[in-house]
């Protein structure tokens, strides 16, 4: 069975503070994708970064950075100089690629960030 | 390029009532996953067609169904509506092809049964 674990429920920062958002999964699979989406107050979740599991670079997308451990089977998403805008829930979300994990999603229960004027 | 559009953005349902969702996926993507999202058990998965057909899914009871029609549109059906199922329902689309496309996701309906 696979797992997302995303600790942080709500986090709160002023803005132009940096945040990370951790993730820490869980999967027998030995390919396997990571994903982060956004949800604002609207609803739609808006893809931000997919991984694959046998790619450990860490990427870099203007103020957004992730870094992928597979040492620690953590996947954590910073923002940098955060702003108001980027107050929404995130969800940090696996795929494998066997039967019963190829597919599908396994999202993590998502952390509440409010970033404050 | 259009994105993922699902109709009705909102409904309202008595207990015992069936309903319909709709999802149409991004012109080219010919496979769509339908997700539940609620506060108590977050966002969970459905089940995925491509091509017409159910290729997976998730743990629900079978009250909740699916089907995909040749134009890759899909159509999501819950029966004997119960309290629990107010959520919001997320369809996402991606290309089906590969074993982990990205899936791209639609506003969701929200439903609330009284």
Known sequence: AQKVTQAQTEISVVEKEDVTLDCVYETRDTTYYLFWYKQPPSGELVFLIRRNSFDEQNEISGRYSWNFQKSTSSFNFTITASQVVDSAVYFCALSGTTSGSARQLTFGSGTQLTVLP | KAGVTQTPRYLIKTRGQQVTLSCSPISG???????????????????????????????????FSGRQFSNSRSEMNVSTLELGDSALYLCASSLGAGETDTQYFGPGTRLTVL
């Open chain 2, 29 to 63: 993507h010919r496979s769509v996953s339908w997700y539940q999202q609620t506060p108590g058990q977050g966002l969970q998965f459905l089940f995925e067609y491509f091509s017409e057909t159910q290729r997976n899914k998730g743990n629900f009871p079978g009250r």
